[in-house]
């Protein structure tokens, strides 16, 4: 160690090291989420084709019909690949998925990858359009309900998000329909027109199922969001600003709101998932044509590819989300994102 390192003070030397450590941790943090993100991935794969596999359907006989031979099955299943063992089927089925290929469908030979690409736009336009409702709704409430602590507003945003928290999204979903569409007839009840082909009618029919979605977990960020402000607007930081002539809301929106807004974008992850599950219902009520309506035909028909399909693509686009919480709260912690250059040691 140098002369000059060495004669450093102690505490200079304490804090630089603590900066050093944090921004060391930071690739290896990365890392870690990549590789458990990967686990999840493979143990979803081997779980999505095991479903299929303890599938007591006879798919060779119930495309080829009641007619069908024994020699007949055997050619299909063969053609299916189904003679193999298991584990030859996984190994191939995962290898070919990783490149896009997701088989056929066993009863109208349309490659699954087709139907999943024009089925998953419509679910994430929507899920895309009710995180936006999500966050705009719950930011504004959670910041409302901060700014008035105690007060009537806040108590107002927290009845109004226990109310949503405890309603499912097709009873909101059902209450938008008679409420817009039937008394006021303001938006279309269902149906659906792609983005790319008539922007304004794409968002006349996704409003309602993507607000439907939304509240949900727009009342999770408020309410996470209440709590994280108050909390911070206590802190000594905050106080200090306070008392040095800045006003509460500058200290609020400059200050604390990006410190405080951790635990929310949390949520909103978490979120993710719900919005695909409540795609289900949401889908049925306003007659999309998306991956839910997708794989519940295929289930009624068996049809395992399509299953195989649409749960990995599933389970696919929610660790996508789940990255992009991570990679949004690294950047909300400035702590992490100090380059390692700026924590070096300089006599």
Known sequence: MSAAVASLPAARWTAAGRLARRAARAPR?????LAGTATVFLLSSVLTFGLGAVSDANPAAAVLGETATPADIARLDHEFGLDRSLAAQYG???THALGGDLGRSWFTTV?????????????????GLALVFAVLLGSAAGIAAALSNGGRTDRAVTAVCTLLGTLPAFVIAIGLITLVSVQLGLLPSGG????????GQWLQFALLPALALSLDAAAGIARQLRTSLVGALRENYATGAVMRGLSRRRVLFG????????PAVTVLG??????IGGAVVTERIFNLPGIAQLSLRAAEQHDVPVIQGTLLVTVAVV??????VDAGLFALNPAARRPAARTEVRP
Request: glycine share 6%.
């Open 255 to 262: 200050h604390v709101l990006r410190n405080a807004a951790g």
């Open 111 to 127: 490659p699954v990858s087709d139907s999943i690409a024009a089925a998953l736009p419509v679910d994430l336009s929507i899920a």
């Open 92 to 94: 191939s089925w995962l």
């Open 270 to 275: 978490m979120s993710v998932p719900m919005l």
């Open 29 to 33: 943090s990365a890392g870690r989420v």
């Open 319 to 324: 660790l996508a989300a789940n990255l992009a």
């Open 192 to 199: 659906y027109v792609p983005f790319g082909q008539d922007p």
